[in-house]
């Protein structure tokens, strides 16, 4: 990013992309404007056209909320940013692993992955995917084991963005995460996180005291669940879960404070419960009776 460009992002985004955007903005001249997202977490998608100026020069957006599991309409902003010959910025780290995600099919130019969330590898791994004709300049610089002789970054992918020793442990660990899902089948993994999430969504519902934040239908989401407990504050409430029932949910703001804007939850944060592949009904019914004993 240079100085002018300008970036349109969304109020969903986590700090992993809100900072650096901030960072960018106050180093480099670089601006941004925040496409906000309703109560439910859903979009208007043309709300990206509207905010697109002739200094656009990136979409930098997620694929699914890390507060309300929201998934977003992916395809059609890539449309837009196509259209426009605008570069799309997908960040996967909430989707890569429970929902199908392809670069070439959803129609981005980058896309960055967690391996420790929907891919259940290590901590500290993760992956950018670069179509071919995108330009970037490395930000850090070192060895790489290769073309020593240079003074320069090799131009060759991908030595040119690997400075430096790498994670190997942990790569290999991710290697046998990306193994686990591929034999599984991420088909396999999405019908039955869906089936658990209506479960959760329907307990959830049917809790009087229980507020549930985004949007209610399974399908639009993944496995994340943000709520509130009335008359208790989400801190409360999780150590009441953590010592009373052996449950651990988080309680705050998740990373993601313009999410929690949007919701209407910034002033108190929320609790957010997950589920994932190895998650089982019973799991979902123990937690519900849990909540049922949290009172103020």
Request: with cysteine.
């Given at each position: 990013m240079k100085?002018?460009?300008?970036?349109?992002?969304?109020?969903?985004?986590?700090?992993?992309?809100?900072?650096?955007?901030?960072?960018?903005?106050?180093?480099?001249?670089?601006?941004?404007?925040?496409?906000?997202?309703?109560?439910?977490?859903?979009?208007?998608?043309?709300?990206?056209?509207?905010d697109i100026t002739d200094k656009t020069t990136m979409f930098a957006i997620n694929h699914a909320s890390n507060v309300t599991g929201t998934i977003l309409p992916?395809?059609?902003?890539?449309?837009?940013?196509?259209?426009?010959?605008?570069?799309?910025?997908?960040?996967?780290?909430?989707?890569?692993?429970?929902?199908?995600?392809?670069?070439?099919?959803?129609?981005?130019?980058?896309?960055?992955?967690?391996?420790?969330?929907?891919?259940?590898?290590?901590?500290?791994?993760?992956?950018l995917y670069i179509r071919d004709g995108i330009t970037l300049d490395p930000l850090m610089e070192g060895g790489t084991g290769s073309d020593s002789l240079s003074l320069l970054m090799p131009q060759n992918l991908p030595e040119r963005f690997e400075a430096g020793t790498l994670n190997y442990p942990g790569i290999c660990g991710l290697k046998e995460a990306l193994k686990y899902i591929n034999s599984t089948g991420v088909d396999?993994?999405?019908?039955?996180?869906?089936?658990?999430?209506?479960?959760?969504?329907?307990?959830?519902?049917?809790?009087?005291?229980?507020?549930?934040?985004?949007?209610?239908?399974?399908?639009?989401?993944?496995?994340?669940?943000?709520?509130?407990v009335a008359g208790m504050a989400p801190a409360q409430a999780a150590h009441k879960l953590d010592m009373e029932h052996n449950i651990m949910v988080r309680a705050g703001l998740h990373c993601a404070p313009l999410a929690h804007e949007s919701i209407g939850t910034a002033d108190t944060g929320t609790l957010r419960a997950s589920i994932g592949y190895a998650t089982t009904m019973g799991d979902i019914d123990r937690f519900i009776s849990a909540l049922e004993t949290l009172r103020p």
């Open positions: 100085a002018g460009d300008h970036v349109v992002t969304t109020s969903l985004e986590h700090n992993a992309v809100i900072r650096p955007l901030h960072s960018l903005s106050g180093t480099r001249g670089v601006s941004y404007t925040v496409v906000k997202c309703d109560e439910k977490g859903r979009f208007d998608i043309n709300d990206f056209a509207r992916v395809r059609g902003i890539a449309d837009i940013a196509k259209e426009r010959g605008i570069t799309m910025l997908l960040d996967a780290a909430q989707s890569a692993g429970s929902i199908e995600v392809d670069a070439t099919r959803l129609g981005v130019d980058l896309l960055a992955f967690a391996g420790h969330k929907g891919l259940p590898g290590p901590a500290g791994t993760g992956g396999k993994i999405r019908e039955k996180e869906l089936a658990i999430i209506k479960r959760m969504i329907d307990g959830l519902r049917s809790l009087r005291h229980i507020t549930l934040y985004g949007c209610k239908e399974a399908d639009g989401i993944t496995g994340v669940f943000a709520f509130n």
